[in-house]
Protein backbone atom coordinates (compact mmCIF):
# COMPACT_ATOMS: atom_id res chain seq x y z
CA UNK A 1 0.00 0.00 0.00
CA UNK A 2 2.73 2.61 0.82
CA UNK A 3 4.23 1.62 -2.66
CA UNK A 4 1.20 3.25 -4.30
CA UNK A 5 2.04 6.63 -5.61
CA UNK A 6 -0.44 9.20 -4.01
CA UNK A 7 -3.70 9.77 -6.52
CA UNK A 8 -3.58 13.40 -7.22
CA UNK A 9 -4.62 16.65 -4.63
CA UNK A 10 -8.28 17.72 -5.60
CA UNK A 11 -9.79 20.80 -4.21
CA UNK A 12 -12.13 20.06 -0.57
CA UNK A 13 -14.26 22.45 -0.43
CA UNK A 14 -15.74 20.34 2.74
CA UNK A 15 -13.37 19.31 5.05
CA UNK A 16 -13.82 17.00 7.92
CA UNK A 17 -10.77 17.04 10.70
CA UNK A 18 -10.40 14.65 13.44
CA UNK A 19 -7.38 13.63 16.14
CA UNK A 20 -6.63 10.02 16.49
CA UNK A 21 -3.53 8.84 18.61
CA UNK A 22 -0.28 7.37 17.06
CA UNK A 23 0.34 5.93 20.32
CA UNK A 24 -2.62 6.13 22.96
CA UNK A 25 -1.90 8.79 25.25
CA UNK A 26 1.13 10.20 24.15
CA UNK A 27 1.35 11.00 20.79
CA UNK A 28 -1.64 12.36 18.71
CA UNK A 29 -2.32 13.18 14.88
CA UNK A 30 -4.48 14.81 13.08
CA UNK A 31 -6.32 13.43 10.13
CA UNK A 32 -8.18 15.51 7.25
CA UNK A 33 -10.83 14.31 5.73
CA UNK A 34 -12.83 15.53 2.05
CA UNK A 35 -16.19 15.03 3.07
CA UNK A 36 -17.31 14.92 -0.66
CA UNK A 37 -15.05 11.81 -1.57
CA UNK A 38 -14.59 10.25 2.07
CA UNK A 39 -11.27 9.88 1.62
CA UNK A 40 -8.27 11.50 3.04
CA UNK A 41 -6.92 14.67 2.54
CA UNK A 42 -4.13 14.87 4.48
CA UNK A 43 -2.14 14.14 7.73
CA UNK A 44 -0.86 16.42 10.33
CA UNK A 45 1.70 15.85 12.84
CA UNK A 46 -0.32 17.01 15.80
CA UNK A 47 -3.26 18.61 17.08
CA UNK A 48 -2.38 22.16 17.30
CA UNK A 49 -4.22 25.17 15.94
CA UNK A 50 -1.16 26.66 14.25
CA UNK A 51 -0.25 23.53 12.21
CA UNK A 52 -4.58 23.28 11.25
CA UNK A 53 -4.66 27.02 10.29
CA UNK A 54 -1.73 26.54 8.23
CA UNK A 55 -2.88 23.89 6.18
CA UNK A 56 -6.63 25.64 5.67
CA UNK A 57 -4.11 28.70 4.51
CA UNK A 58 -2.90 26.70 1.73
CA UNK A 59 -5.94 25.54 1.00
CA UNK A 60 -8.50 28.25 0.41
CA UNK A 61 -11.16 26.21 -1.41
CA UNK A 62 -12.34 24.65 2.02
CA UNK A 63 -15.55 26.41 2.46
CA UNK A 64 -17.22 24.25 5.10
CA UNK A 65 -15.33 22.13 7.92
CA UNK A 66 -16.51 19.48 10.12
CA UNK A 67 -14.94 19.38 13.34
CA UNK A 68 -15.41 18.08 16.82
CA UNK A 69 -15.73 20.67 19.95
CA UNK A 70 -12.15 20.65 20.65
CA UNK A 71 -10.55 24.36 20.98
CA UNK A 72 -7.45 23.83 18.83
CA UNK A 73 -9.54 22.91 15.78
CA UNK A 74 -11.86 25.90 16.12
CA UNK A 75 -8.96 28.55 16.69
CA UNK A 76 -7.21 26.79 13.78
CA UNK A 77 -10.09 26.95 11.67
CA UNK A 78 -11.10 30.71 12.74
CA UNK A 79 -7.62 32.05 12.08
CA UNK A 80 -6.65 29.93 8.80
CA UNK A 81 -9.84 29.92 7.35
CA UNK A 82 -12.44 32.76 8.86
CA UNK A 83 -14.51 32.66 5.05
CA UNK A 84 -15.42 28.64 6.19
CA UNK A 85 -18.54 27.65 7.95
CA UNK A 86 -17.75 25.38 11.10
CA UNK A 87 -20.22 22.61 11.67
CA UNK A 88 -20.25 19.87 14.42
CA UNK A 89 -20.04 16.76 13.10
CA UNK A 90 -22.85 14.46 13.37
CA UNK A 91 -20.85 11.75 15.25
CA UNK A 92 -20.43 13.92 18.38
CA UNK A 93 -23.81 15.43 18.65
CA UNK A 94 -24.73 12.11 18.90
CA UNK A 95 -21.56 10.91 21.25
CA UNK A 96 -21.56 13.65 23.78
CA UNK A 97 -25.00 13.40 25.11
CA UNK A 98 -24.83 9.65 25.13
CA UNK A 99 -21.73 9.98 27.51
CA UNK A 100 -23.75 12.55 30.05
CA UNK A 101 -26.61 10.36 30.25
CA UNK A 102 -28.29 12.51 32.97
CA UNK A 103 -28.08 15.58 31.39
CA UNK A 104 -29.64 14.15 27.77
CA UNK A 105 -32.68 12.36 29.73
CA UNK A 106 -33.37 15.91 31.70
CA UNK A 107 -33.14 17.92 27.77
CA UNK A 108 -35.55 15.39 26.70
CA UNK A 109 -37.81 15.33 28.88
CA UNK A 110 -38.18 19.15 28.62
CA UNK A 111 -37.84 19.04 24.73
CA UNK A 112 -41.16 16.24 24.62
CA UNK A 113 -44.40 17.25 24.90
CA UNK A 114 -46.32 15.68 27.89
CA UNK A 115 -49.24 13.33 27.94
CA UNK A 116 -51.79 13.48 29.62
CA UNK A 117 -52.48 11.34 33.16
CA UNK A 118 -54.64 8.28 32.53
CA UNK A 119 -57.27 7.80 35.09
CA UNK A 120 -59.42 4.80 35.82
CA UNK A 121 -62.64 7.16 34.19
CA UNK A 122 -63.68 9.08 31.20
CA UNK A 123 -62.09 8.72 27.62
CA UNK A 124 -58.31 7.99 28.90
CA UNK A 125 -59.80 4.95 30.83
CA UNK A 126 -58.27 1.64 29.42
CA UNK A 127 -60.53 -0.74 27.44
CA UNK A 128 -61.01 -4.30 28.83
CA UNK A 129 -59.91 -6.92 26.29
CA UNK A 130 -62.97 -9.16 25.31
CA UNK A 131 -61.86 -12.70 24.57
CA UNK A 132 -64.13 -15.37 22.47
CA UNK A 133 -66.12 -17.91 24.37
CA UNK A 134 -63.96 -20.93 25.12
CA UNK A 135 -61.06 -18.78 25.69
CA UNK A 136 -58.98 -18.74 28.62
Known sequence: MRALPDPPSQPV??????????????????????M????PADVLADRTAHTFAGWLRD??????ICRDRAGSFRDGAHAGAPQARQVA???HLLLVP???????????????????ARTSHGPNRPKRRVRPPGHR
Not at 18 to 28: G, M, V
Not at 98 to 116: E, F, I, V, W
Open 98 to 116: AAQPGRSRRTHRRLTPRRP
Open 13 to 34: PTLGVEEFALRRRRTYATILVG
Open 89 to 91: EAW
Open 36 to 39: NTHR
Open 59 to 64: HPEVRT
